[in-house]
């Protein structure tokens, strides 16, 4: 049964292949030429009339001439596309757009974030705007004085190779954890990489060539900005662990690794959507 | 006469400018395109069936690419795109072969 419902629709396809309303309208004229005798002979006869030789030959050229525009043209397109840089670009522009698109997004939820917070404020309810949980937690803009680390993958690759994996050439998600990890634990009140404010929900992993942070890719080189006091956030930093690693893995595999003391940096506020958790009343822990 | 100076102005027209077709219309593109080839092929048999109206033809040209673009469009919005830009294709297609069919008999054996 289901197979004469997909046949009947596959006839109606083809029978209603040329746009009925072409019959529609020469019948139309047919009656408007002779209104008398606007019979279904006229129609038929008119439908089937036999065609002079040059009448076809002409539609034969015609025919020719579209084939081998078509067949040019396609050809033209795939000589346009062979190098799929064009391609590519376009994919490039669309993601940029794209991630354009979510910028905005994003700074929309901050000015109604922000339109909240001074609603809630005017009705007395959550006090927590001018306290020290948003801080803490990243999702108000920090300015101050602190260091800046910049982490780039090795120049080469040769390194790496001769020691098996070229992964170990570039700068990896664990570095950049391990790292951001001692910052925090060196007393830092903030941390941003590469523009990319750390609150207590951002994740940073890779996929595929790229780290994500707060689900945006980033590449290299990768500059961790962390504010806080710069002599503690320092040493902090160099006598930790992850130092020591991301100091063997500079030695080993050529990764660059520059730190410096910045006297002023601008952290922007990150985003992060509390999903059961809410800012109670006069919050501040 | 005044169809094929138009066809040449429109080609050397389009060699000349090139224009760029936006981005946000890219993905409806090829689907027009296939749409208007429908209707093109339609138009052909209806010259050969005796039954051609330009006018008919241009509403059916204009409505094809439009409609094959918007279900394409609300397909996407809906997170079915692909699947019913296939179904648009598969019927387009069905009609064009029907329509070649036709041109080629009315051609060859009529």
């Given amino acids: 049964m289901s197979s004469d419902a997909a046949l009947g629709l596959l006839r109606s396809l083809v029978d209603t292949a040329l746009d009925p309303s072409y019959h529609e309208a020469a019948q139309q004229r047919a009656d408007a030429e002779s209104p008398e005798e606007g019979d279904q002979e006229t129609r038929h006869s008119s439908g089937q009339r036999p065609m002079s030789n040059a009448r076809r030959i002409s539609t034969a050229v015609v025919l020719l001439v579209a084939a081998a525009t078509t067949v040019t043209g396609a050809i033209a397109l795939r000589q346009i596309n062979a190098g799929s840089s064009l391609q590519r670009q376009e994919l490039r522009q669309r993601a940029e757009s794209q991630v354009i698109a979510t910028d905005k997004k994003a700074s929309t939820v901050q000015d109604l974030r922000a339109e909240i917070a001074r609603a809630s404020a005017g009705l007395g309810s959550a006090a927590a705007t001018d306290s020290a949980v948003p801080q803490s937690a990243g999702l108000v803009p920090l300015q101050g004085s602190g260091i800046r680390l910049v982490l780039a993958d090795a120049a080469t690759t040769e390194k790496a190779q001769r020691a098996g994996d070229e992964r170990l050439s570039r700068v990896l998600d664990t570095d950049l954890q391990s790292v951001v990890n001692a910052l925090w634990a060196a007393g830092a009140q903030g941390v941003a990489i590469n523009g990319q404010r750390l609150t207590s929900l951002s994740a940073i992993r890779s996929a595929g060539d790229a780290i994500l942070v707060n689900y945006r890719p980033l590449s290299g080189p990768y500059t961790v900005e962390a504010v806080g006091p710069q002599q503690q956030l320092a040493d902090g930093l160099t006598t930790s662990p992850a130092w020591a690693d991301l100091q063997a893995a500079a030695e080993a595999y050529g990764i660059e690794v520059d730190q410096q003391s910045a006297s002023v940096l601008r952290l922007p506020a990150g985003e992060a959507v509390l999903r059961y958790s809410r800012v109670v009343k006069g919050g501040a822990p | ?110």
Avoid: C, K
């Fill in chain 2, 1 to 110: 006469m005044i169809a094929g100076i138009g066809l040449a102005v429109g080609v050397l027209l389009g060699l000349i400018l090139r224009p760029e077709v936006p981005l946000w219309f890219q993905p409806y593109l090829p689907i027009a395109i296939v749409a208007g080839l429908d209707a093109l092929f339609g138009a052909l048999r209806a010259l050969l069936d005796g039954v051609f109206s330009d006018r008919v033809f241009v509403i059916s040209f204009i409505s094809n690419v439009l409609i094959a673009a918007l279900i394409v469009f609300v397909g996407d919005q809906l997170g079915v795109g692909s699947q019913l830009s296939i179904g648009v294709v598969v019927v387009l297609t069905i009609r064009i072969f029907a329509n070649v069919a036709a041109i080629r008999r009315r051609l060859f054996h009529g």
